[in-house]
């Protein structure tokens, strides 16, 4: 299984694009790389997911290196509602279990 | 949207009782799956199910069982609940196995064992 390192927290403004790194340095060559964000008392929400280069939705952009041993995610001017923990995960989905192991997560502070 | 429900929001039981944790998901997935999420440790993966009947340990299954009868219900089961299992309870579910299916979570069951 893969394993990811995130920074533990970060702070922000109200505004500012954010941006939060993942390392995975044993991903394999059938993994995608998956982030979510949880807000206190629910469940993880999908945000992005990607395999290479640069992914971008309404929510966010996820970047990801030729080497694919990190990725970043990017959220741009981020409001106070995005104040939340994000989780990046590793794996390959065609083995259910693969793809379902969770880091610590960043816990994003968003200030006004 | 896709909706995984999870039976109860707050529980309390007693050390010693036997706990169910149900979960339903309405949009015929595959596999489902229970973790536990804990301050400081973020969620682990206790079981897992890509089809009925059919289930896989996660990185901490000592202490639960797992009961898949149904396509859309994934039971965790608590056989004998110790005061280490308090902890929110999450389930999600995710579609057929292909590499970019995303998971769906329930909004989670807070145990509290005493």
């Known amino acids: 299984l893969a394993k990811t390192t995130q920074p533990i927290s970060m702070d922000s403004y109200e505004g500012q694009e954010v941006n939060i790194t993942c390392s995975h340095n044993?991903?394999?060559?059938?993994?995608?790389i998956t982030w979510y964000q949880q807000f206190p008392s629910q469940g993880p929400r999908f945000i992005i997911q990607?395999?290479?280069t640069k992914v971008t939705n309404e929510v966010a952009s996820l970047f990801i290196p030729a080497d694919r041993k990190s990725s970043t995610l990017s959220l741009p001017r981020v409001s106070l509602s995005d104040t939340a923990v994000y989780y990046c995960?590793?794996?390959?989905?065609?083995?259910?279990?693969?793809?379902?192991?969770f880091g610590g997560g960043t816990r994003l502070m968003v200030k006004p | 949207d896709v909706k995984v429900t999870q039976s109860s929001r707050y529980l309390v039981k007693r050390t010693g009782e036997k706990v169910f944790l149900e979960c339903v998901q309405d949009?015929?997935?595959?596999?489902m799956f229970w973790y536990r999420q804990d301050p400081g440790l973020g969620l682990r993966l206790i079981y897992f199910?890509?089809?009925?009947?059919?289930?896989e340990k996660g990185d901490i299954p000592e202490g639960y069982s797992v009961s898949r009868e149904k396509k859309e219900r994934f039971s965790l089961i608590l056989e004998s609940a110790s005061t280490n299992q308090t902890s929110m309870y999450l389930c999600?579910?995710?579609?057929?196995?292909?590499?970019?299916?995303?998971?769906?979570f329930g909004s989670g069951t807070q145990l509290s064992v005493l």
């Open positions: 199910s890509y089809d009925v009947k059919m289930k």
């Open positions: 949009m015929d997935h595959e596999n």
């Open positions: 995960l590793v794996g390959d989905g065609n083995n259910a279990g693969n793809m379902l192991t």
């Open positions: 999600a579910s995710s579609g057929a196995d292909r590499a970019n299916e995303k998971l769906f």
């Open positions: 990607g395999y290479k």
């Open positions: 044993n991903i394999a060559t059938n993994d995608y």
